[in-house]
């Protein structure tokens, strides 16, 4: 957050004053909008999914979503010449604005990276279009000085790189050298630190934050992480169906709410010490009993500890773990993505793999589910070693691990129904009819909290909280052993984010099934993991319950993660 700034501009350089946006049909999704963006300070803009927080962002690029249209209000932006109501503008001008006087940086870079052209040459892209710079050669030095403000390598032979070359959180910040390479004076950052590990988000946001002091830009920071914003955020503008209902310095509006939406969303925020319940399960700290490690003797089973008990009184339900993942490995060319990894999971418990974009986190997921098949090692499902590929193992062992993926965006059919999505599982299996399917079908809604009102529905029909709940209650339908959740609440609102880690530890202590929750969210950890392995350049560096990890950590990169935690 920029603190020592004295703008040289005292106005503001874009001003939106009582926006109203509305759909072809005539409802109106913004109601009235107004905030302002000044030199060298960053404007959060907070809510729930459906707010309009992007909507309101895009307007500022003067660009509408297809079946949106503008009603109302205006958007001013300052500068050399008169100031102008961009919204009033030409679209041929607005183009010009984009890129320039106005960068965008989207929530998924995935979509927004061309795949077919090495990330160097889609920075250069940007400069050679928007007229930056006298010659090739000085555009091309900053690329390399653009790649290097955002932490990423600049050396030729990165530049060569493809996007799927690299990781997720790299992707971020390619987008972001992108956006900040034309030196523009507003930038609208989507969700930008939404798929990052916390010490990539911690430079990032450190770069943005010195990007923006530096060089005078207005920064509209549209997210739903309230941790961030405190970190981040001069001002705080937090919506509501469409309406702002409290606007202010960030200290005010997060220390001292006024709107009880407000404090709702605080109320969500997951935090480290485990002080803040979200849902009914309660936090796992050293007083809630956990499932303990299967080397240790018979004894009194999970859940029947009294209050207090140490964490050693209780003893798992088998002498052999659910799951066994020894001396894992695998490489693409001489890149090595998993280097020996060893692990056990009981049944019962829930594991989470922690680490940053580029660990092998997901990869090792991966390999458990049977999705990557190339891997060396050995993994062994209730003594049973099982086969590296999916199509290699047998029904019953596919049914017992399932995976919810990252994104229910693209998981989801959009053109099947949410019941014939769910029902798919079933139908690959062949072991019920219909009426037996559809049974199970809703019962899987149930339990995800959705019913059969959404059986019908399609995932365009529903929220992003909504979709990733019906991707859960896919995975769920097959009764699994295992549930493996590849970052299943990264793109959620922290008040959906609550609900789903609520509704995940809910079924866990309802159905027994064990759980292995990739994430970098740290913050998630006593919220949803009795145990936690801490992976680093596809190595597991730290293993151990929450409370031992969280509390004494002994590796430095461990010690590195939870420094850069960001709080409220």
Partial sequence: MS???????RTAVLRTSGLRITTTAGAEILHGVSFELHPGKILALVGESGSGKTTAGLACLGHFRR?????????????????????????????????????????????????????????????????????????????????????????????????????????????????????????????????????????????????????????????????VVAKIADEVVVMLSGEVVEQGPTAQ???????????????????????RRLGRTPTITGEQQVVDRPSETTGPQPGTLPAGAPRSAGLARSTAPLLEVSGLELAYGSNQILAGIDFTLAEGESMMLLGESGSGKTTLSRCVAGLNDNYSGQIQLSGDTLAAGT??????????????????????????TIGESIEVPLQMSGTMDRKERRDRVLEALDQVRLGSGYLNRRPGDLSGGERQR???????????????????????DVSVQASIIDLLRTLQHETRMSMLFVTHNITLARHISQRIAIL?????????????????????????????????
């Fill in 391 to 416: 199509r290699a193992r047998t029904g019953e062992q596919r049914q017992r691990i399932q995976y919810v993926f990252q994104s229910p965006f693209s998981s989801l059919n959009p053109r099947r």
């Fill in 536 to 568: 680093q350049n596809g190595k597991i560096v730290e293993c151990g319950s929450t409370d031992e990890v969280l509390e004494n950590p002994q590796h430095d990169y461990t010690r590195a993660l939870l420094a850069n935690v960001p709080t409220l």
């Fill in 253 to 275: 509006v997060l220390y001292q709410p006024q709107h009880h939406y407000t404090r709702k969303l605080l109320d969500s925020v997951p935090d480290l010490a485990g002080r």
């Fill in 67 to 227: 079946g949106l249209k503008h009603t109302g209000g205006e958007i001013r932006i300052s500068g050399p010449g008169p100031t102008s109501d961009i919204l009033a503008l030409p679209e041929g001008q607005r183009r010009k604005l984009r890129g320039g006087v106005i960068s965008y940086v989207p929530q998924d870079p995935a979509l927004s990276l061309n795949p077919a052209m090495h990330i160097g040459e889609q920075i250069l892209e940007t400069l050679q279009v928007q007229g930056y710079g006298g010659s090739v050669a000085e555009r091309r030095e900053r690329v390399s000085e653009a790649l290097a403000e955002v932490g990423l390598a600049n050396d030729e032979a990165y530049q060569r790189r493809y996007p799927h070359q690299l990781s997720g959180g790299q992707q971020q910040r390619v987008g972001i050298a992108m956006a900040f390479a034309c030196r523009p004076r507003v930038i609208v950052m989507d969700e930008p630190t939404t798929g990052l590990d916390v010490t990539t988000q911690a430079l990032v946001l450190q770069t943005i934050a010195q990007l923006a002091e530096r060089h005078h830009v207005a920064g509209l920071y549209i997210t739903h992480d309230l941790a």
């Fill in 470 to 492: 019906a991707a859960i209650a896919r995975a769920l339908v097959n009764a699994p052993s295992l549930l493996v959740c590849d970052e299943v609440t990264s793109a959620l």
């Fill in 3 to 9: 603190t020592s700034l004295q703008d040289p501009i």
